[in-house]
């Protein structure tokens, strides 16, 4: 079993829907949970990062945490074509940098 | 510079050649990192320079694979005796923090 597992897709979506995308992991040490996006032919950019449990919002963006079942999700609102890319979760337990990465959700958002 | 700078973008090389792949990273963040990045296989973890320790070669897959970093700064990865198997997109990120790499856009090598 990975230590990091994510569904790789392809997710394909209407302009406008709600999307969710989703990782689960093992390691009950991680407590920086972080989402990349990474468009075709270009390296993954840091989207949303949080620390431990919660929620954290960034306009259309959403990233939750749930500690206590090992999952972490990446909700996007309204979404756009522009969202078309792959999202990458990751996670590290803060006492080193390297982080653990899942494989990555293709989304394809239709016009 | 502004942001992580990676070259060559593409490379081919026949089977058998060594490779050197470049990575500049930006500047007064002290951890580099060199990831491999194959279709449907996500990214896959090669090497870990942090300030003057010892780097993490941990992930390196065979003893073909070397890296090195100048200075503190710029960092090499060396590819020695190149196989079909090593084409992928090889990716250089650097940090100055716990969390928030920055990625290069990365070197796309096929070996033929």
């Known amino acids: 079993q990975k230590e990091v597992e994510q569904d790789p897709g392809p997710l394909s979506v209407p302009e406008g829907a709600i999307v969710s995308l989703n990782c689960t992991y093992s390691?009950?040490?991680?407590?920086?949970f972080m989402w990349y996006r990474q468009y075709s032919r270009k390296g993954p950019e840091l989207l949303m990062y949080?620390?431990s449990s919660g929620n954290k919002e960034d306009g259309r963006f959403t990233a939750q945490v749930d500690k206590s079942s090992k999952y972490i999700s990446l909700f996007i609102r309204d979404s756009q074509p522009s969202d078309s890319a792959t999202y990458l979760c990751?996670?590290?337990?803060?006492?080193?940098?390297?982080?653990?990465w899942g494989l990555g959700t293709s989304l394809a958002v239709n016009p | 510079g502004a942001g992580v700078s990676q070259s060559p973008s593409n490379k081919v090389t026949e089977k058998g050649k060594d490779v050197e792949l470049r990575c500049d990273p930006i500047?007064?963040?002290?951890?580099l990192y060199w990831y491999r990045q194959s279709l449907g296989q996500g990214l896959e973890f090669l090497i870990y320079?942090?300030?003057?320790?010892?780097?993490?070669k941990s992930g390196l897959p065979s003893d073909r694979f070397s890296a090195e970093r100048t200075g503190g700064s710029v960092s090499t990865l060396t590819i020695q005796r190149t196989q079909q198997e090593d084409s992928a997109v090889y990716l250089c990120a650097s940090s100055s923090r716990v969390v928030g790499y920055t990625f290069g856009s990365g070197t796309r090598l096929t070996v033929v």
């Open positions: 990751a996670m590290n337990a803060g006492n080193n940098r390297k982080l653990i």
């Open positions: 320079f942090q300030g003057n320790s010892a780097p993490d």
């Open positions: 949080t620390y």
């Open positions: 500047s007064g963040h002290t951890a």
């Open positions: 390691n009950s040490a991680f407590q920086y």
